[in-house]
């Protein structure tokens, strides 16, 4: 006859595979579609009501499935938004990338207004330290109709979108991003470390700020925050934050992973409806 001690250790031992089950072979791949409204002050009138799909952290490499990402570029465009911003980590850095992450970004489907992104610090490669493999990741990325900012501003249809480049990698430059920013008009604002809002350097800007990086902690205890969170700021976990200067911050938790492994946490597109605020 089974005891009772035994038969308790039998049930906590499946609750345990089970729960190892879920939090390697499912969440990770179970992405959620985030909506909300995105409120921009003096939006042009043709942009309100238009979609922004916010992406991050793809991580293309050899720890994600490909055809997890290829199925999530098909659900993104399915959406059919209107602009498509990723907000860096486009790939995982390892000997084959260039090929991986250009057969896998082929499938990256194109904004009915624009597509464009910024770097992450693992687009800079080992260290964060390889400006010569960020160069190539943006070839590829564009080669594949991403347009790419580097401290840099573009204009989508009147919406100044204002791109900074990677944090960790020594590149983040607010001064020269900024330096033909028109405090006039509407605008957006892509950085992929959520610390670098705590910098100085965003004087005159005000508006959202859209970042990833923290994939959300990727695993987070019920009632406790994320043991493994990379950054300084601990609040910065995912969602939406306000932040000084009339700014608010967006975190998304990211699409791919560096550790198969996601618990309260599921991989996130976001999609913003545009509104005038």
Known sequence: MLSRRRFLSAIGG?????????????????????????????????LAGKTLAHVSDIHVG???????VIEA??????????????TGDFVSHHPEMFAQMDRVY??????????????GNHDYGAGW??????????????RHGIRVLRNE?????????VGLDDLWADRFDPA???????????????????????????????????SGHTHGGQCKPPFLPPPLLPVRNRRYT?????LSGGRRLYINRGIGHLIRARINVRPEITVFALTAD
């Open 176 to 210: 020269v991003a900024l330096s033909r920013f028109d405090a006039s008009r509407p605008a957006i604002a892509l950085s992929h470390n959520p610390d670098s809002v705590d910098l100085p350097g965003w004087d005159g800007y005000s508006g959202w700020v859209l």
């Open 62 to 68: 050899p720890r994600v499935a490909d055809d997890y």
């Open 238 to 242: 995912c969602g939406e934050f306000d």
């Open 129 to 142: 330290a390889h400006p010569e493999v960020a160069d190539r990741v943006v070839d590829v990325a564009e």
């Open 14 to 46: 499946a609750a345990t595979a089970g729960i190892g089950f879920y939090t390697w072979r499912v969440e990770p791949h179970w992405l959620e579609i985030v909506r909300r409204p995105l409120a921009i002050r003096r939006l042009p009138a043709t």
């Open 73 to 86: 570029f098909a659900l993104l465009r399915a959406l059919e938004p209107d602009i498509i911003a990723l």
């Open 153 to 161: 501003i573009a204009d989508v249809a009147g919406l100044q979108v």
């Open 106 to 119: 082929r499938h990256f489907p194109q904004g009915r207004i624009a597509t464009i992104g910024v770097l």
